[in-house]
């Protein structure tokens, strides 16, 4: 049986390694922590179709979304829901944005509705606050992102029918790669057909050599700032986006983008926009922020979060619960226009990085690509 070795325990590696199974390729899985610690834990876990740029991008996104529906169904534990989204309209001219985006042509592909308040509320009862109206978008999803990985590997586990079919290894990291071959900082040589870096936003270690020599650089670090409710009484039939989401997704680079007011000074000095999603414990995650700039800070922005509560309680005219968690985290990003990042270390030694923001919604589909 031929062997890959992934390395790299968050949702690019886990896909890979997913995909390789299914090519009937055994595989040694290695992770540096205990359990994967990184943006794959510390997102909203949306699959998210309806932001996606014209094209590729988009093609990448349905065919992962697919995926990710094939997956819950052998793998109940991702918490999979295709529950899709309204994005919410405060004022005019956003409104008049989510009207351009609603007559793409591809806006069918997307399960794009432009929809009036009073609807909007009829499709998520939650919605009790004041908003222009809405773009539904039936395709896009969610997962959990701190259960669905490791949901994956039991599953993996379970199915390789023995230790040579899948293996798991946590807290090894990689300290040396080879032709076909890596080391972990045990001294162990894991030896494969083919090996694969999926380190997400660690671009120092093994990656660091081969992104050093690059110029430009092909990926950048992006934080992020988020948080979690304690559970909300009400039920979200949908996940949600404010109008200030209209701002940073490319399928919304339409002519209406440049009538949008500014933003709120809170939100455009954190590059904020609102996303919410109910978690299956009734929690709300909420989010989030964009830094660009390294050094990061190390410490977490309370205006942000105030700004981002305020929005929230805005549209479901209603308090939050109180919050129970709050975090920061790093992904990777690429810097050109290519979707995500992959080029060949040594020989039979692949660096996959780099998708961003959309890494949850497309890793499935990267995984295949990397395959095929």
Not at 50 to 73: H, N, P, T, V
Request: charged share 20%; aromatic share 6%.
């Amino acid at each position: 049986m031929e062997r890959v070795v992934v390395v790299g325990g968050g949702v690019l590696g886990t896909m890979h390694a997913v995909a390789a199974r299914r090519r009937g390729l055994a595989v040694v899985h290695l992770e540096r922590e205990p359990g994967p610690r990184g943006a794959s834990v510390r997102n909203f876990g949306l699959i998210w179709v309806s932001g996606r740029a014209a094209g590729e991008e988009l093609s990448l996104a349905l065919r992962a979304r697919a995926g990710w529906e094939e997956l819950a169904g052998q793998v109940p534990g991702t918490g999979f829901r295709p529950n899709g989204s309204l994005t919410l309209a405060s004022d005019e001219a956003e409104l008049q944005l989510l009207k351009e985006a609603a007559a793409l042509p591809d806006a069918a592909l997307r399960g794009f509705e432009l929809i009036d308040a009073a609807t909007a509320r009829e499709v998520n009862p939650a919605l009790r606050g004041e908003f222009a109206g809405a773009l539904r978008c039936r395709r896009d999803a969610l997962v959990e992102p701190r259960l669905v990985l490791g949901a994956i590997r039991e599953h993996l586990l379970a199915a390789a029918g023995s230790p040579a079919g899948y293996r798991w290894l946590p807290g090894r990291e990689v300290t040396e790669v080879a032709p076909h071959a890596a080391r972990d900082h045990t001294g162990e040589w894991h030896r494969g057909d083919l090996i694969l870096i999926c380190t997400g936003a660690n671009h120092t270690g093994v990656a660091g050599p081969h992104l050093a020599g690059r110029q430009p650089p092909p990926v950048r670090r992006v934080r992020l700032q988020m948080m979690q409710t304690r559970p909300l009484r009400a039920r979200l039939t949908t996940s949600l986006a404010d109008g200030d989401s209209l701002r940073y997704y490319p399928a919304f680079d339409l002519p209406g983008r440049g009538r949008l007011g500014p933003q709120q000074p809170a939100a455009a000095a954190t590059a904020a926009q609102l996303l919410l999603v109910q978690r299956l414990d009734g929690s709300l995650t909420i989010g989030d922020t964009h830094e660009y700039d390294e050094p990061f800070a190390f410490d977490v922005q309370e205006d942000a979060y105030d700004h981002l509560r305020a929005r929230a309680q805005a549209l479901l005219g209603a308090p939050l619960p109180p919050a129970e968690r709050r975090w920061a985290g790093v992904y990777s990003q690429v810097t050109g226009p290519e979707l995500y990042h992959r080029s060949q270390i040594a020989p039979g030694v692949v660096l996959v990085t780099g998708p961003g923001g959309r890494g949850m919604t497309i890793a499935p589909a990267i995984a295949e690509e990397t395959f095929a």
